[in-house]
T-cell receptor, first 115, second 116 residues
Framework: DVKVTQSSRYLVKRTGEKVFLECVQD?????MFWYRQDPGLGLRLIYF???????EKGDIPEGYSVSREKKERFSLILESASTNQTSMYLC??????????????FGSGTRLTVV | AQKVTQAQTEISVVEKEDVTLDCVYE???????LFWYKQPPSGELVFLIR??????QNEISGRYSWNFQKSTSSFNFTITASQVVDSAVYFC?????????????FGDGTTLTVKP
């Protein structure tokens, strides 16, 4: 069964800490995405990547960075965690739209609490 | 800019009722994809259906059906004879076809509660 795996289901961090959220997919997908989900705000795109070492800002990149050193892994980094970054973080992957494009496969999410 | 509007924030029905979840989208692209995803209480979003902009055929899959109308920019989702297991948050999404890695814009979601 194809999978997108997020390393942590729940995470509690202190304000000012550097936080790494890891996402790994086993489908050989080129595209990977990080969204955050907040009540009443739906899913908002933070960053995405369409190839190794390639990244693009989404709609709300401030306070975040990403890393994609290998095709299967896409990491989201909170350089200095703040309480307003408390949220559910969702990783997703997809094949290129030019090919068979069946939308996203999502990970199960990481619920991050910054205290 | 692309936009997806799910006007219904929450819907509550009794089991076996039919329910329709509305989705209205905005895009300047002529080629695009539309999706519905389900997020059960466990949290993981699950793909339900996709439609490309050239395919306006309605689709039925068991108790689920989808109505895509380009004239009204709508892609509505109907559950027939709802069941308690249908309780979830449902998201409609719009993807660019050939740019920006096909990134998706999501609506805010509709929380469906099916009561026994």
């Amino acid at each position: 069964d194809v999978k997108v795996t997020q390393s942590s289901r729940y995470l509690v961090k202190r304000t000012g800490e550097k936080v790494f959220l890891e996402c790994v997919q086993d489908m050989d997908h080129e595209n990977m995405f990080w969204y955050r989900q907040d009540p009443g705000l739906g899913l908002r795109l933070i960053y995405f990547s369409y190839d190794v070492k390639m990244k693009e800002k989404g709609d709300i990149p401030e306070g975040y960075s990403v890393s994609r050193e290998k095709k299967e892994r896409f990491s989201l980094i909170l350089e200095s965690a703040s309480t307003n970054q408390t949220s559910m973080y969702l990783c997703a992957s997809s094949s290129p739209p030019q090919g068979a494009f069946y939308g996203y496969t999502f990970g199960s999410g990481t619920r991050l609490t910054v205290v | 800019a692309q936009k997806v509007t799910q006007a219904q924030t929450e819907i509550s029905v009794v089991e076996k009722e039919d329910v329709t979840l509305d989705c209205v989208y905005e895009t300047r692209d002529t080629t695009y994809y539309l999706f519905w995803y389900k997020q059960p209480p466990s949290g993981e979003l699950v793909f339900l259906i996709r439609r490309n902009s050239f395919d306006e055929q309605n689709e039925i899959s068991g108790r689920y059906s989808w109505n895509f109308q380009k004239s009204t920019s709508s892609f509505n989702f109907t559950i027939t004879a709802s069941q308690v297991v249908d309780s979830a948050v449902y998201f409609c999404a719009l993807s660019e076809a050939y740019t920006n890695a096909g990134k998706s814009t999501f609506g805010d979601g509709t929380t469906l509660t099916v009561k026994p």
